[in-house]
């Protein structure tokens, strides 16, 4: 039955879908495939959430089906996110191209500190759950987590109460992003190098600062986005003359890439050979939609309310798991189903406490 849940997904994604082999989809990067994409990534990682509520629950993963969904879901592991790092960088860069100087001087406001501020209303929503259904919650830890240095708090299962780890992670990217146009460089590869600089400095940092690798394996597929903004001109042309070659190449080295991180896992400081593989993935996906025209009004829809369905998606299934037990470890696909249900439905209602700077 969990099996099912997949394939509805790719029914949904083959909707309305349009192959291109003859030419190039123009619009690979506009905003209505871009939140196509971040709406399959999105449901992806709402579905991936739910099964460690079903895991703890102690449901037993026996059939076929089973077996292939948990397998399915432990490979994406992060790569989930890295599409949401990759077109936030490409998405500043080219603000940035158009807006120049004013972009940078309401930076920090519409991209840092709005980001920081509609999360922290949702730390309020979570605490306000976790007094009400008896969760166990500390009151350091709860003030902390309004810097999304730390979740509101962990369950016997370390099961997160809160996804903080990206917010903080992209409010850094945001950071090293403003700094490094606030200096003013004028040349691109200048720009560039130092963000990738800055970048992997954050990779090396939280390195020693967290002990999950999730905080810091992902991170350089953000100034990748950026990279391929401010390179478009070129790298456009290069990838489309050359296309079948270089996504065969690009295929090769992913898969490459793969396999050395699966053999070095001790040999891989930092987790750069992970980052290596995410943005080869990122690549592969970029290059894909310039032949496949993924989307429709479903995915355009999700991926246009991401920030409220990612933040918001665990309150529901915090209550199932807390008040429907059974539920959770009897009839996981219904209690996946609910969960993304409610969580689309809050989605729906977000825009009445966003703030907006």
Known sequence: MLLGLLLLLLLLILYQVKFNFNGFNGDYLSRDCTNSIKGIFILLIVISHSLQYVRKSGYSFSGMGDMIFNSFFAFLGQLVVIMFLFYSGYGVGESYKRKKQDYISQFPKHRILATLLNYDVAVAVYIIFCILLGVA??????????????????????????????????????????????????????????????????????????SGEFWYNTILCYPLGFLYSSYKEKIEPFLKRYYWGALLALMILLVGAFSLFLSCQVANPFQLLYNAFCMLFVMAVVMVTMKVGIGNAPLRWAGSHLFPIFIYMRLPMLVMEQKTPALVGTYPAVFILIALAVTLLIARCYKYVEIKL
Do not use: E
């Not at 500390?138 to 979740?151: R, V």
């Not at 460089?185 to 970048?199: A, G, H, K, P, Y």
């Open 137 to 210: 919650i500390t009151f350091k830890q709860s003030l902390i987590a309004f810097t999304a240095w730390l979740p509101i708090g962990y369950d016997g299962w370390h099961i997160m109460l809160m996804d903080n780890w990206y917010i903080f992670v992209i409010i850094l990217c945001y950071l090293v992003n403003y700094i490094m146009l606030s200096i003013g460089l004028s040349n691109r590869i200048c720009q560039v190098v130092l963000l990738f600089v800055m970048s992997v400095a954050c990779v090396i940092a939280l390195s020693f600062l967290k």
